[in-house]
C-alpha cells in the first residue's frame, strides 16, 4: 500500500473537493446524464468480459438503482453529473476506449481514502458502486466454468427468484449423483 | 395518553410480538401497551437495500452497543459491542434466524452433570410450543432428519447443501465421532451425521444472500409482526411506543407489581403506566438492570433479587473456529447463499453435556471471493481468475456449550446509552478446565478439516459474546436457586413476569431464539389461562 499513486486526467480530474457527498437536494438527471451513466456500466461489463447482452439484461435493475438513489436522500444527482464532466475529461484525454481503461485500472484513486478530487469522487461513489451492483445483478455468473466446474448461480444480492423451481439456486451437493460417480469409477 | 393497560411488554422484539399476538388473536380488545426504548427503523426500504448493496451500510448498526457503553472484565474478554439491535423489532432486524430445537438433555443438565442448572421444566413441556414457534417464524427444515423428537413436521422444506459443501459431507462420512476424555464412555466410536440447517425464511425468499437487509420481507422480523397488529383495526386498545426506555418497575407490595416508569426519549417527559400483568421481554441484557434498578421497601437490593441472583449465571456460546487451505479451487466456489446450510449435532448429545456439547456447521461465508472487491481495486479478468480458480479457504465451526457460574454476572455501570438504558459491564471468566475442554473439541474439528485433504491455516476458540447471553434471571424451582419460577413469573410476586434469553437456565450449544419462542407461546397459554 506504500506504492506512490499517479492519477490520471486532467484540470477536471483533478480539481479538488470536499470528501462529502456533493449537494444536489432537489436535483434530477436529464436523459442525456442517464445515457452517458450507461456507457460507464455498460463500460465494466466490456472491460472484465463479465456480461451478457451488453450488460442489457441489467438495465433495469441499473436504473432502478439510480432513481433510488437520486429520488432519496442522500440525493446522488451531483456525484452523478460529476462523474460525467470526469469521463468526459478523460475521454478527450485518451480516447473512449483508453478512457474507462484508465478509470478502471490505472485511476490512481485510493478507494479506501476519502476522495477529495472530482475524479476520486466518480471512482468511489460511481464507478465502484455501479461494480458491485452489476457483479450483484449478474455480474458473478460468468465465472465458475472455466475448468469445466459448474457456472455460478448465486451471490450476494442477486435477485434469484423463487427456490421452489425445478433448477437449483445455487450450485447444490446432490449425494445420490455423487454416490453414483463414486459407484462407476 | 392511555396510563392504564392489562398488559404492559417491556421490549419490541420477537418475544414482545409473539405475546403480544398471542394474546390479541385470543381476545381482539385486549388492551395491551408495548414499551421499547430504541427508535423504528424502516424495513424493506429500497433505498436502504441498495446502500447495503453498494456501501455495504445497514440502516440499523449506529443502535448497536458500542465498546464504551458496555464493556467486560475477567480473564477474557466478552464481546459485547455489536452484538444486539436496540430498536423497533429488535434483534430480529438481524439476526441469521438460525432456529434450532434444544435437545432433551438440556433441559437437565445440573442432573446430567453436576454442573450448571436444571430447568423447571422438560423438553416434553415445551415440544408442542415448538411446532408453534416453527410455524410462527417459518422456519425451513429437514424432517427427515431425527436429532430431536418431533409432533409436527417443519412448515417449509429446507434449503439444500451447497457445492462446498459436499467436500465437508464427504469427510464427515469416513470420520467417527470421537469421544474424548471427559465424554460418557470415552473411546467408543459412531459415525458423524450431515444435516441440512433449519433456517427461518418465509415461503417467499429469493435466496438473494441479503438477509442482513432483506428488500423483501423474506425473513422473519418482530417488526412486520408488530405493525400488523398495530394496522389491524381488530386491535383496538392495542399501542406500542418507540424511544420510550423503561427505568423502573414499581409495586404496590412485596407481590403486587403496579407500573413501570419510562422516558419519552424526543420529550424528555417522564410517565408512569399501570398494568395489571407486567412481561419484561428487553433481552438478557436489559431484564437483570431493570431488576436490580427497581429497589424499593419491599425489594431492597431490586425486584427478585433477595438472594443477590440477579444477572448472575451469565451464559454465552464460544465460538470454535478452525480454517483450512486447499491449493487450488478449480470448480471457482464461492458462497452463494449467506447462511450456512450444513450443519451436525453429532457431537450435541448427551454424552458430549459433561465435557461440553459442541454443535458443528460449516461457515457461511468460505469458500469466498469478493470479486466486486477485486474488480474495485483494478484486478483485471486473468487476474481475478487467478485468485477465483486459486487457492481456497473453507471453516468449519461450532458454538460450544458453557455452564452458567454464579461468578459470572451482568450488571449496569454508571451512566445511560444513547437510548437511555443503563450501560453495561459483563463480568466474565473461564476456567482451566473450560479452556482444556475448548481446545480439545478443536482438536475434533481440525480432524475434520485435514480429512477434506486440506491444510490446517488456523485453529482458534473465539470470544465469547453477547449474541447468544442467557441465564441473567433463570428459571428453577424457588427463589434460593433461581429469579423465575417455571411459568416465567418472578418468584414471589403476582404479575410480573420474565420472557426473555435471561430466563433460560442453560444456553445449550445452539441458537436461543426458536426456544424463546416456543416459551413465549407457554406464556400466553399460561396468561390466557389465568385469565380465564
Known sequence: ????????????????????????????????????????????????????????????????????????????????????????????????GGAYKKLFFESGVDNNAPPTTRLAHCK?????????????????????????????????????????????????????????????? | MKNQFEYIIVGGGVAAATIAKGLLDHKHDTSIVILEAGPKIIAKDRRFWWDYITRGERPYTFTY?????????????????????????????????????????????????????DWPINYEDLETYYNDAEEFLSVC???????????????????????????MIKAWEQLDVVYQDGDINPGKTSKIKSGKMPIARYRK?????????????????????????????????????????????NVLNKSKIESVTYTDNLSGNIYKVYGDTIVLASGAYNVPKLLRASKNEFWKDGIGNDHDLVGRFVVSHSMLNVVGKATSNPNGWFQEYDFPTLMSHSYNTKEHQKKGKIFMFKNRTTPNVDIAQLMIDGKTREEIDEIVYGEMTINIQAFLEE????????????????????????????????????????????????????????????????????????????????????????HNTDNLYVCSNAAFPTGSAVNPTLTLTAMAFRLVDHLKQKVN
Not at chain 1, 178 to 185: S, V
Open chain 1, 1 to 96: 500500500m506504500n506504492k506512490k499513486l499517479t492519477c490520471i486526467g486532467g484540470a477536471v480530474c483533478n480539481e479538488k473537493l470536499s470528501a462529502s457527498l456533493i449537494f444536489a437536494e432537489g436535483q434530477d438527471l436529464t436523459h442525456q446524464n442517464k445515457e452517458v451513466l450507461w456507457e460507464i456500466f455498460e463500460a465494466i461489463g466490456i472491460n472484465w468480459s463479465n456480461t451478457i447482452y451488453d450488460s442489457n439484461n441489467q438495465r433495469s435493475s441499473w436504473y432502478e438503482m439510480l432513481k433510488a438513489k437520486t429520488e432519496n436522500p442522500p440525493n446522488y444527482t451531483g456525484e452523478y453529473v460529476n462523474a460525467i464532466y470526469v469521463i468526459n475529461e478523460l475521454k478527450a484525454m485518451y480516447g473512449k
Open chain 2, 141 to 167: 427444515g429437514d424432517d427427515n432428519a431425527n436429532w430431536i423428537p418431533r409432533s409436527k413436521p417443519y412448515p417449509v422444506p429446507p434449503f439444500e447443501w451447497t457445492a462446498a459443501d459436499g467436500e
Open chain 2, 65 to 117: 452497543d458500542q465498546k464504551f457503553e458496555a464493556d467486560s472484565t475477567g480473564n477474557i474478554d466478552y464481546q459485547t459491542d455489536g452484538v444486539r439491535v436496540k430498536a423497533y423489532g429488535g434483534s430480529t432486524m438481524h439476526w441469521g434466524a438460525w432456529c434450532l430445537r434444544f435437545r432433551p438433555e438440556d433441559f437437565n443438565l445440573f442432573t446430567n452433570t453436576g454442573e450448571g442448572a
Open chain 2, 403 to 490: 455452564k452458567g457460574k454464579y461468578s459470572n454476572r451482568l450488571e449496569a455501570k454508571s451512566g445511560v446509552d444513547r437510548f437511555g438504558l443503563p450501560q453495561t459491564t459483563v463480568h466474565f471468566s473461564r476456567t482451566e478446565k473450560e479452556m482444556k475442554n475448548a481446545n480439545d473439541r478443536l482438536k475434533l474439528l481440525e480432524q475434520i478439516i485435514e480429512k477434506m485433504g486440506l491444510e490446517v491455516i488456523s485453529s482458534r476458540v473465539d470470544k465469547p459474546g453477547g449474541h447468544h447471553t442467557t441465564g441473567t434471571a433463570r428459571m428453577g424451582t424457588n427463589s434460593e436457586n433461581s429469579v423465575i419460577d417455571k411459568f416465567m413469573k418472578v
Open chain 1, 124 to 185: 468511489i461513489y460511481v464507478v465502484n458502486e455501479f461494480i458491485r451492483m452489476q457483479i450483484t445483478a449478474g455480474g458473478f455468473k460468468s465465472w465458475g466454468a472455466k475448468y469445466g466446474g459448474e457456472q455460478a448461480k448465486n451471490y450476494h444480492g442477486f435477485l434469484g427468484g423463487t427456490r421452489y423451481n425445478r433448477i437449483s439456486k445455487v450450485r447444490a451437493y446432490d449425494p445420490d449423483a455423487a454416490n453414483l460417480k463414486n459407484d462407476q469409477t
Open chain 2, 205 to 249: 425468499c429469493m435466496t438473494t444472500g441479503t438477509c442482513k437487509y432483506c428488500p423483501i420481507g423474506g425473513r422473519f422480523n418482530a417488526q412486520y409482526v408488530l405493525d400488523d397488529l398495530k394496522n389491524d383495526p381488530r386491535f383496538i386498545n392495542f399501542e406500542i411506543r418507540i424511544n420510550a426506555p423503561v427505568h423502573e418497575v
